[in-house]
Nanobody
């Protein structure tokens, strides 16, 4: 079992920055990859950024060049951060941390609101 706790959401003006963090606990050595998804009312949850245990990253086209995902520990997946710069109103969403091991795990979500 893996437990995920997100932090760092909030309200920011357009052009500003926020840093989200996701702390994993439990069987963290089983985690192969971690990342962030976001969801707005009436829309499907979409992948924002992902990082593997080997350090490979992937971003959605909408955030490339503005968001950066990183993990604290080179050897395991216990903490992942999402640095979000040049935020836009369309980045407003509930952001969920996701971890993949033998199955997927979700955090409870943290709200990001970008005002224009």
């Amino acid at each position: 079992q893996v437990q995920l706790v997100e932090s760092g959401g909030g309200l920011v003006q357009a052009g500003g920055s926020l840093r989200l963090s996701c702390a994993a606990s439990g069987n963290i050595f089983s985690i192969n990859a971690m990342g962030w998804y976001r969801q707005t009312p009436g829309k499907q949850r979409e992948m924002v950024a992902y990082i593997t245990s080997g350090g490979q990253t992937r971003y959605s086209d909408s955030v490339k060049g503005r968001f950066t995902i990183a993990k604290d520990n080179a050897k395991n997946m216990n903490m992942v951060h999402l640095q979000m710069n040049i935020l836009k109103p369309e980045d407003t969403a509930l952001y969920y941390c996701h971890a993949m091991s033998s199955r997927g795990y979700w955090g409870q979500g943290t709200q990001v609101t970008v005002s224009s």
